[in-house]
């Protein structure tokens, strides 16, 4: 039905078979999905806390629901999600991502600090924990910190456009 099109169809399928199994996550998280496309935020993230619920160790529910607390502007709770998620998978960066998105989105930029430098420190090859890092040290007014964040990311990417773009601002900041 969904590859068809038939999007109401689907989810009248879903919502029968979801209150027959309420704990059937794979059905709870094509639902979210389907009413997230649709607009219908509060039923997407109910749903997509259903499946989440059914099944706590799949890490893409877990992603799907943290994104979706942030994308719908509930940061408090997404801000509560991804602590908890980090002290459930301290070894994971992405809950410490999100983590730091959510701080970032409230413009709590010295809180978002310490997330990203733990996503960093978790994944120091990925130019992605090191780029918000840097902003949030820049949006922080921590100048010298964010140059050596965009130091770093240019010693390992030296054709970088947005991190030497970034540096440039930190060093005229600095002067």
Known sequence: MIESGKTEEAIAQLQQLTTRDPN???????????????????????????????????????QKLGSDY?????????????????????????PYLG???AYMEKRQ??????????????????????HFLGQAQLRAGRFADAKQTYRRILAQNPNDAQAKAALAFATRQLH
């Open 24 to 62: 059937l996550a794979p059905a709870q998280a094509t639902l979210a999905n389907l009413y997230f496309e649709k607009s219908r935020y509060p039923e997407a993230i109910a749903a997509m806390e259903k499946a989440n619920e059914a099944e706590p160790e799949n890490t893409t529910y877990q």
């Open 99 to 101: 983590l730091g998105v």
């Open 109 to 130: 930029y010295d809180s978002a600090i310490a997330p990203f430098q733990q996503a960093v420190t978790l994944d120091p090859k990925s130019p992605k924990p090191q």
């Open 70 to 94: 942030l994308n719908v502007g509930e940061y408090d709770q997404a801000i509560k999600f991804f602590q908890r998620l980090t002290t459930q998978n301290p070894k994971d960066s992405r």
